[in-house]
């Protein structure tokens, strides 16, 4: 293999031919293997004759082949010979003028360092070192920029001895990287102070040096307050940080930059605090000083910018919330002196005309909307009603400034209480609404009610502010005044689920409703539903108090739900919407016509938006839940969509999947026959198991309603492939995975055709080995006996054939195998708790007696006592003193297996016919066991009289007050 090949495929690789570009990344993937093939890339990268970009192909399939072949223990690794040609060639690299690829050489140095350094490349520390003393720029830049990926790798290495080796690598380099940085940053500010052009190359070098010292502090020193030379970096960098913002101000050209290396100042606090808080306690006070100087007084104007105040609030917001700061109620039971220190500096501190000036400052400068915003309401008013959510309040403005405000607040209540509700009183009657700086200021001040209403709890009477002032100021329609109606229908949610009294909940819908309305602005309709859910997503919520409303609160959100164009709005009022159903429930019958017609057009137009369509599935579960047996009318729609969403071969059912199955199941559960929509379904079930156990519950309760709704078609159609997936994942499954197996099966025994103990065999099978082992925990072991219970009853012989296919498994006899079975049925029926299945159990006991078998009557004496303890579990006098079968259809305590008495889904009808035919609850107990007692007499003569004289005298006169024996 020629250098030559190589560069023509690296030349290719550049070009704008697609086939040149396939052909050359396939060639260059075959050679990526071959000894010397990145020597010759080596070569390429290192030639500055070379055009650029080819030199850039050539580094980055170095870095990706060092990725993946430099590890002694890879498969093709790079022999040693060429890694030490290659270790010395990057050593030579410090001069490379491409920054681009420069920085490709910088990841590819730390990758071979975490591997390597320091046993067998103890060359790289001392030429790096050697490379920042350089008097030439770009030599001093390239060495930067290596060492500081370079400690980055070694950084995220783990193990306890890369650990300490990097601590003391730390230890020893710190002072002189923190030399270097300080001589850098001087440099720096003179030539910021001179007005100088070419000051960017060192900035470029300070900050470098700044993300190494970082790194170093924070992850390199075990405890860095004991490192006086770091601790006297970090107070320095409060001063220096306020330089560099006088220095942005006559610096427009480089303003980005300087901004950066600003914030790099902040991260290194925010750091420090994050990770050895007690190390940043003797810069609490410095901290809060720079923090509340520059962002709370009059000092930091012109000189900020909203990345600083960001960095600036959360380092504020960590301080407060930093649990190593604060000491128990008993002051004594601190561990740590620390603790007590910080305590002492943050009371010190936060005095009350201190937090007072910052809350207000916080209200009246940082809560309110700036232009911006409201430019961003006209031109985009989607875009505004987003709302940032999780950790946004760490890098985005206006979640920040209401994180910080509420942490202040909430440490500071009872100062802040009352300069808040004097904020509320001043403004709560209506403002000219073209007075918009009095607008804007009211809807701060209502922004942070609503925000610290759990610490207002007890300080505003929320129910007259709504039925006084809030309610008056929704119902003024000026433009200026959207703003004010925006945050009131958001205050109304804040405050809904904290203090409002139940008998005025129908009062805020009154409020909210005419803010849903076509002539009322659209963020304004938005935030009106956002408040509509929270209201209803409340513990006390009555559908009886909003049943008023209903139409008009559907018709409202299905006109918004149309109007509005973007993805995001439509999933969130989709999901308001969703939620409302699934709320009112049955109720929603009347009303929903016109969403039935729009949703599968709002499917169509989503096909490229999976989120929005996860959102439709979700919404039509609760209407199909809400329609009952109506749905039906809907599928033809939801039959196409149930293909997609269980469609393995679609990259979209990795969205779709878990929510269509669930509305899969809910489709089953309300139709009342099997219609073809439904059982073109069918065959989707076999792959879906096989696919693994993630959504296992659903598709065996999908089974299940199959199973009732058509048990013959299903046995003929996927019933043995259905067996043969269960039989294949049972002994992975854990114990809920195995029960959900189990219940499918006795379904299946009880309401499927009469080959389906045939077909279900190999489940049989794993039943009758799990109960002859006995070894499973007893909820297990009852459902196993429950099943065993069933085939017998069922067919004899079908559970003699069964016991010797087992036998014939396990290399034993049919008559051991039957015997060990009953044995462990008679030890262990004593665990199975719920009555239906002890019935059961006794039933099958009692059916055995007539068998005339050995392996029986062996044990006949531990099969009545059994059958002795059942009677007297299911036996119950009625109200006339009658014994009588309590289990039994028609008696007052017989449980069914249903549901909600009041209203059935057609599933749930089918269970109550399966459970009205069980022989739970068609067979009296006493009478069968008397038959079959009376058959066994018959059939043994004076044998039976002799095992009757042989019963012990208790169960023997248990038995008598149920049966003649």
């Not at 003797?282 to 901290?287: D, G, K, Y």
């Not at 400068?365 to 409201?374: A, I, R, S, V």
């Not at 209502?446 to 007259?464: C, K, M, P, Q, R």
Request: contains cysteine.
């Amino acid at each position: 293999m020629a250098g030559e090949l190589v560069l023509a495929s690296l030349r290719d690789a550049c070009s704008q031919n697609p086939i040149s570009i396939k052909q050359a990344e396939d060639q260059l993937k075959r050679w990526e293997v071959e000894v010397g093939f990145y020597t010759i890339l080596m070569n390429a990268f290192t030639d500055y004759n070379l055009d650029a970009s080819i030199r850039w192909q050539a580094v980055v399939y170095f870095k990706n082949g060092v990725e993946k072949y430099w590890r002694k223990t890879a498969p093709n690794a790079i022999s040693e010979e060429e890694k030490k040609g290659l270790k010395a060639g990057l050593l030579r690299t410090f001069s490379e003028p491409e920054n681009k690829i420069a920085i490709q050489l910088a990841v590819s140095i730390a990758k071979i360092a975490r591997l390597d350094v320091p046993r067998e490349w103890p060359e790289l520390l001392p030429a790096l070192s050697e490379a920042v003393q350089s008097q030439e720029d770009n030599i001093q830049h390239r060495g930067l920029l290596f060492l500081h990926h370079t400690i980055k790798a070694l950084a995220s290495k783990r193990l306890g001895g890369d650990r300490r080796a990097f601590n003391e690598l730390s230890t020893n380099i710190i002072g002189y990287i923190l030399n270097l940085w300080y001589g850098l940053h001087q440099n720096l500010l003179s030539l910021l102070q001179s007005g100088q052009k070419d000051s960017l190359i060192t900035l470029e070098k300070s900050i470098l040096s700044l993300k190494i010292l970082r790194r170093l502090l924070v992850q390199g020193l075990k405890r860095p307050h004991e490192n006086s030379e770091a601790m006297l970096f970090v107070d320095r960098l409060f001063m220096e940080a306020k330089n560099l913002l006088q220095a942005r101000k006559s610096m427009p050209q480089i303003r980005e930059q300087l901004e950066k290396y600003i914030v790099l100042h902040q991260k290194v606090w925010s750091d420090l605090l994050e990770h050895h808080p007690y190390s940043f306690v003797s810069h609490i006070r410095p901290a809060l000083t720079f923090i509340c100087s520059l962002c709370f007084t009059d000092e930091g104007n012109g000189l900020l910018f909203q990345k600083f105040i960001i960095f600036c609030f959360n380092l504020l917001k960590g301080i407060l919330v930093c649990l190593e700061y604060k000491p128990p109620k008993n002051i004594q039971d601190t561990k740590d002196e620390a603790t007590i220190e910080a305590y002492k500096i943050k009371s010190q501190f936060f005095q009350q005309d201190t937090v007072t000036e910052i809350c207000r400052r916080l209200i009246t400068e940082y809560l309110l909307m700036t232009k911006e915003d409201l430019e961003l309401w006209d031109e985009d008013p989607e875009g505004f009603a987003f709302e940032e959510t999780g950790d946004s309040w760490k890098y985005c403005w206006r979640p920040c400034c209401e994180a910080v405000f509420v942490t202040v607040f909430h440490e500071y209540r009872e100062t802040l209480a009352p300069l808040l509700v004097n904020l509320i009183r001043s403004s709560a009657a209506p403002i000219e609404p073209s007075n918009l700086t009095a607008i804007l200021q009211k809807d701060a001040i209502y922004a942070a009610v609503g925000h610290a209403a759990f610490d207002l709890y007890d300080e505003i009477d929320f129910d007259s502010w709504l039925t006084s002032s809030l309610g008056q100021e929704l119902e003024l329609k000026d433009s200026n005044y959207r703003i004010v109606r925006r945050r009131v229908c958001w205050l109304l949610g804040q405050w809904s689920g904290v203090k409002l009294s139940p008998g005025l909940r129908p009062r805020l819908y009154q409020l909210l409703l005419p803010l849903l309305t076509e002539d009322e602005d659209l963020v304004v309709r938005l935030a009106a539903c956002k408040a509509l859910k929270v209201v209803i997503d409340d513990f006390e919520f009555s559908i009886e108090e909003l049943e008023p409303f209903l139409t008009q609160v559907f018709s409202l959100l299905f006109n918004l739900l149309k109007e509005v164009n973007e993805c995001d709005t439509k999933l969130n009022v989709l999901n308001v919407l969703s939620y409302f159903i699934e709320r009112v429930g049955v109720a929603i019958r009347p009303v929903c016509s016109a969403l039935l017609h729009y949703l599968p057009i709002l499917w169509e137009e989503s096909a490229e938006h999976d989120m929005l369509r996860c959102a439709i599935l979700t919404t039509l579960v609760f209407i199909v839940q809400g329609l009952g047996t109506v749905s039906e009318g809907l599928l033809p729609f939801l039959g196409p969509v149930l293909e997609l969403a269980t469609d393995l071969t679609q990259k979209s059912h990795i969205y779709l999947l878990e929510d269509g199955l669930e509305l899969w199941l809910t489709v089953l559960h309300n139709t009342a026959k099997p219609y073809d929509a439904l059982l073109k379904l069918l065959p989707r079930i076999p792959p879906l198991l096989e696919s693994g156990s993630e959504n296992l519950r659903t598709i065996v309760y999908i089974m299940q309603a199959y199973v009732l709704l058509c048990p013959v078609h299903v046995m003929e159609t996927i019933g043995p492939m259905v067996v043969s997936e269960c039989a294949k994942m049972y002994a992975d499954l854990v114990d809920d995975g195995r029960l959900m197996i189990l219940r499918l099966v006795e379904m299946w025994i009880r309401s499927g055709p009469s080959n389906t103990p045939q077909v279900l065999e190999p489940l049989l099978l794993t039943v009758m080995e799990a109960v002859h082992t006995g070894s499973d925990y007893p909820v297990l072991m009852s459902l196993h006996l429950s099943i065993l219970s069933r085939l017998i009853l069922a067919s004899h012989t079908l559970f003699s054939q069964l016991c010797l296919r087992a036998a014939s498994t396990i290399n034993s006899t049919h008559n051991d195998v039957a015997g060990k079975v009953l044995d462990v049925w008679l030890d262990k029926m004593a665990c199975v708790t719920a009555p239906e299945r002890r019935k059961l159990l006794a039933l099958a006991l009692a059916s055995l007696l007539t068998t005339e078998s050995p392996v029986v009557l062996s044990r006949v004496y531990m099969v009545f006592l059994n059958i002795a303890e059942a009677l007297n579990d299911v036996t119950r006098p009625d109200e006339n003193g009658v014994f009588v079968d309590s289990l039994m259809a028609g008696q007052g305590d017989a449980v069914l297996d249903t549901d909600d008495i009041d209203y059935e889904t057609e599933h749930d009808s089918r269970k109550r016919h399966v459970a009205m035919e069980d022989p739970v609850h068609t067979v009296v107990l006493k009478d069968y066991v008397q038959s079959q007692i009376t058959g066994m007499s018959q059939q043994l003569g004076e044998n039976y009289k002799e095992i009757i004289m042989n019963v012990d005298v208790e169960t023997r006169d248990n038995l008598q007050e149920f049966v003649n024996l």
